[in-house]
T-cell receptor, first 113, second 111 residues
Framework: EAGVTQSPTHLIKTRGQQATLRCSPI?????VYWYQQALGLGLQFLLW???????NRGNFPPRFSGRQFPNYSSELNVNALELEDSALYLC????????????FGPGTRLTVL | KQEVTQIPAALSVPEGENLVLNCSFT??????LQWFRQDPGKGLTSLLL???SQREQTSGRLNASLDKSSGRSTLYIAASQPGDSATYLC??????????WGAGTKLIIKP
């Protein structure tokens, strides 16, 4: 069974640009979670999507947004990039009988220059 | 506001030793607590999940305990091996499935 996949692995952008990160959950999982892991700040919850709807949002500005598609894959968009957006962005999925357990992808390393 | 703290921030021990990693949280109204492992440059691997009604969970050489009333969890690693070297993260889940994370303990097992 394939795990959670994320693309791209690395992304380099300049300040002011937009970044789009993608996540494919484990087959059968309907929930997707996004987390930011910035250096020195630890992991912080960004967004939770379930069945195509945004269910919860962390303490991030509106320029962080996303969506979940009918096939449960998800996209995270970061507009007007700032230097401090440089981080590892992790996606996780959950669902089925083990609803409580989140399975993580390898992450996308975003660097803003 | 829930806060999760992990002590120590870093730990280096010789191979073969038993060790304990600590996690504390400020609000006992949690849904569950999870321990994860993160290898450098990689994603997270879930190690153990303890529901709020449980006291402990075991998987191989790993044992995690939960004391909700005192806001504490420990991860016990028996007979440590160099392959156990990684950063260990503790996270608590509240009813909205949001995970709140500790800063992690960086563990180095010396051969």
């Amino acid at each position: 069974e394939a795990g959670v996949t994320q693309s791209p692995t690395h992304l380099i952008k300049t300040r002011g640009q937009q970044a789009t990160l993608r996540c494919s959950p484990i087959s059968g999982h309907t929930s997707v979670y996004w987390y930011q892991q910035a250096l020195g700040l630890g992991l912080q919850f960004l967004l939770w999507y379930d069945e195509g709807e945004e269910r919860n949002r962390g303490n991030f500005p509106p320029r962080f947004s996303g969506r979940q598609f009918p096939n449960y894959s998800s996209e995270l968009n970061v507009n007007a990039l700032e230097l401090e957006d440089s981080a590892l962005y992790l996606c996780a999925s959950s669902g089925g009988l083990l609803r409580d357990t989140q399975y993580f992808g390898p992450g996308t390393r975003l660097t803003v220059l | 506001k829930q806060e999760v703290t992990q002590i120590p921030a870093a730990l280096s021990v010789p191979e073969g030793e038993n060790l304990v990693l600590n996690c504390s949280f400020t609000d006992s109204a949690i849904y569950n607590l999870q321990w994860f492992r993160q290898d450098p440059g990689k994603g997270l691997t879930s190690l153990l999940l303890i529901q709020s009604s449980q006291r402990e969970q075991t998987s191989g050489r790993l044992n995690a305990s939960l004391d909700k009333s005192s806001g504490r969890s420990t991860l016990y690693i028996a007979a440590s091996q160099p392959g156990d070297s990684a950063t260990y993260l503790c996270a608590v889940s509240e009813s909205n499935y949001q995970l709140i994370w500790g800063a992690g303990t960086k563990l180095i097992i010396k051969p």
